[in-house]
């Protein structure tokens, strides 16, 4: 199990945590403009190595809690490992506030490889996500929830390799269920966190928290650990 120090309730389950992003973990001046964002499982290599395009740290500005601040125009992350491959049963959490008035793609973690992606986890008037459909596109869970600015959200995205259920909640009341193709395989090339494939001005405005991902189902136990830690820590109401 892994512990947030100082916060008896912010345990999150350690088998096969292939992700954790977590501004608040992070010990910087404020408006840092970061090269990097650590990876808590070690696993990841997460940078933006244009100066130009690095994204802000800045101290307790969520919930007495750091976050990130992305600007909308160019600022981003990658990585070019992937964290969740072939499709396999997979769990991804992410919290985030935006900012800005675009109504455009702008995500807050994507996978690249076109669209044979993994997970893409966005933030759009009606929030969503996306999952390679198995046949050279991809599939879209969307709720129909407009996204306010200036307040964190939680979304989560789940998939289940041997039936295909890809399902999708947006501050744990509002949820899409789909199905893909079971025994489509995609692989991925690594990941953008703050930006749609890096093109047509499509940059995520605001800040995101933290992100955590799984490569496995989750129980229903076990989602509700982590939302709880997450809306208790971001201030988002249970």
Same mark, same amino acid.
């Given at each position: 199990? +892994?512990?947030?120090?100082? =916060?008896?309730?912010?345990?999150?389950?350690?088998?096969?945590?292939?992700?954790?992003?977590?501004?608040?973990? *992070?010990?910087?001046?404020?408006?840092?403009?970061?090269?990097?964002?650590?990876?808590?499982?070690?696993?990841?290599?997460?940078?933006? =190595?244009?100066?130009?395009?690095?994204?802000?740290?800045?101290?307790?500005?969520?919930?007495?809690?750091?976050?990130?601040?992305?600007?909308?125009?160019?600022?981003?992350?990658?990585?070019?490992?992937?964290?969740?491959?072939?499709? /396999?049963? &997979?769990?991804?959490? !992410?919290?985030?506030?935006?900012?800005?008035? *675009?109504?455009?793609?702008?995500?807050?973690? /994507?996978?690249?490889?076109?669209?044979?992606?993994?997970? /893409?986890?966005?933030?759009?008037?009606?929030? !969503?996500?996306?999952?390679?459909n198995g046949s050279g596109?991809? %599939?879209?869970?969307?709720?129909?929830?407009?996204?306010?600015?200036n307040i964190p959200v939680?979304?989560? !995205?789940?998939?289940?390799? &041997?039936?295909?259920?890809?399902?999708?909640?947006?501050?744990?009341?509002?949820?899409?269920?789909?199905?893909?193709?079971?025994?489509?395989?995609?692989?991925?090339?690594? +990941?953008?966190?703050?930006?749609?494939?890096n093109a047509d001005g499509?940059? +995520?405005?605001?800040?995101?928290? *933290?992100?955590?991902?799984? !490569?496995?189902?989750? %129980?229903?136990? *076990?989602?509700?650990?982590? /939302?709880?830690?997450?809306?208790?820590?971001?201030?988002?109401?249970?």
């Amino acid at each position: 199990m +892994f512990n947030y120090p100082g =916060q008896s309730f912010s345990i999150i389950p350690s088998d096969s945590l292939a992700l954790w992003l977590d501004a608040n973990s *992070e010990i910087l001046d404020n408006g840092y403009m970061m090269p990097s964002w650590k990876d808590k499982t070690g696993l990841m290599s997460v940078s933006q =190595q244009y100066p130009a395009c690095r994204p802000t740290f800045y101290k307790s500005v969520i919930n007495g809690c750091h976050a990130i601040r992305f600007d909308g125009d160019s600022a981003f992350f990658t990585c070019q490992q992937p964290f969740l491959t072939n499709l /396999e049963n &997979s769990v991804v959490f !992410s919290v985030a506030m935006r900012t800005g008035n *675009e109504t455009a793609r702008n995500f807050i973690i /994507e996978t690249i490889n076109g669209l044979t992606a993994s997970h /893409e986890v966005n933030q759009l008037s009606n929030p !969503s996500a996306w999952i390679d459909n198995g046949s050279g596109g991809a %599939t879209q869970a969307s709720v129909s929830n407009s996204v306010v600015s200036n307040i964190p959200v939680l979304l989560r !995205s789940s998939y289940k390799a &041997s039936t295909g259920a890809f399902n999708f909640s947006y501050n744990r009341i509002y949820s899409k269920a789909i199905t893909r193709t079971p025994g489509m395989i995609a692989t991925n090339s690594g +990941f953008n966190i703050g930006t749609y494939r890096n093109a047509d001005g499509r940059f +995520f405005e605001g800040y995101i928290c *933290e992100i955590i991902a799984y !490569s496995r189902a989750l %129980t229903t136990q *076990e989602i509700n650990q982590i /939302e709880n830690y997450l809306c208790k820590k971001w201030g988002i109401p249970l």
